[in-house]
């Protein structure tokens, strides 16, 4: 069996830390997914200068499997103390703790440092929008850059 070094729960896990320090609020699992697709692929969204995943023609057909990987992240994220979720009628939303703020400000690298800035630039291009408004955007582009792809 091949170990998988990128696209992990715990890659994912030390991504998300960064961006829900970047946050104000309580966010859904959406939104964060939102977000950090976004931050990955900040060109493609005229939020960066680069992708940093990488260019990829088929980026966006990454989107729907981000969700469960997401979701994996946010559930170990919540074991470890470094998320809060709490439950609403519109299901969970999350945010960081104090001990998940600390740790996210002690990532230093160079991966981090772009990702946090990419991640802010996002949350700046979004920062009109609500937060259903920014998920049901990135879904219908989603579904424009597939229907593109060749068959």
């Known amino acids: 069996m091949k170990a998988k070094l990128f696209d992990t729960i715990f890659e994912t896990s030390l991504r998300l830390t960064i961006l829900l320090n970047e946050l104000d609020g309580d966010v859904s699992a959406d939104y964060i997914q939102a977000i950090d697709f976004m931050a990955l692929y900040g060109k493609c969204f005229s939020i960066s200068d680069r992708n940093i995943n990488g260019d990829n023609p088929f980026m966006f057909s990454e989107h729907a499997s ?79 850059e597939i229907e593109r792809l060749p068959e």
């Open 66 to 144: 981000r969700r469960e990987l997401v979701r994996s992240a946010l559930k170990n994220l919540v074991l470890k103390g470094y998320v809060i979720p709490t439950a609403t009628e519109n299901g969970f939303v999350y945010r960081s703790t104090f001990e998940g703020s600390r740790f996210a400000e002690e990532q230093l690298n160079a991966f981090a440092e772009s990702y946090r800035r990419t991640v802010q630039s996002a949350l700046d291009a979004t920062s009109a929008l609500e937060e259903d408004e920014v998920v049901e955007r990135l879904r219908r582009r989603t579904r424009s």
